[in-house]
């Protein structure tokens, strides 16, 4: 068995500088740490969890099977905080059939972001 000690997903953006700004300003993620020089430098960002490291430069957009999963404690604050950040929301907050409250943005080369809240009354929060 693989011993995971941290992980991080890696993320090669079509303009760098412009992801940075949408992941560290708009989404305002905290940086876990910054490597290199240039426009293709790396910035790592926490991601609860995990890691969300933005470096180098694609040509092409990442694929759309790529998909980020942020679960945050309070969606209506997040709902607010991202629009006043400026960030474009595909779809506004709703409460899912299976029990989630979901909303969907995405960033600047298209890869979707769900921003999920686990209500408090979700079986995820609860052991049976």
């Not at 693989?2 to 993620?29: I, K």
Request: proline fraction near 9%; aromatic fraction near 8%; charged fraction near 25%.
């Amino acid at each position: 068995m693989v011993h995971v000690l941290s992980s991080r997903t890696l993320l090669r953006p079509t303009d760098p500088e412009r992801s940075r700004v949408f992941y560290g300003e708009q989404l305002g993620l905290a940086v876990y740490r910054e490597f290199g020089t240039g426009p293709e430098r790396g910035t790592v960002y926490f991601l609860g969890g995990g890691f969300l490291e933005v470096a180098g430069r694609s040509v092409t957009p990442p694929s759309p099977a790529l998909k980020l999963w942020l679960q945050v404690a309070d969606m209506t604050a997040a709902h607010e905080e991202l629009t006043a950040a400026g960030v474009e929301v595909a779809r506004g907050p709703l409460r899912e059939p299976w029990g989630l409250v979901e909303m969907w943005i995405a960033d600047p080369d298209g890869t979707e972001i769900v921003i999920v809240e686990i209500p408090a009354d979700h079986p995820l929060r609860h052991r049976p």
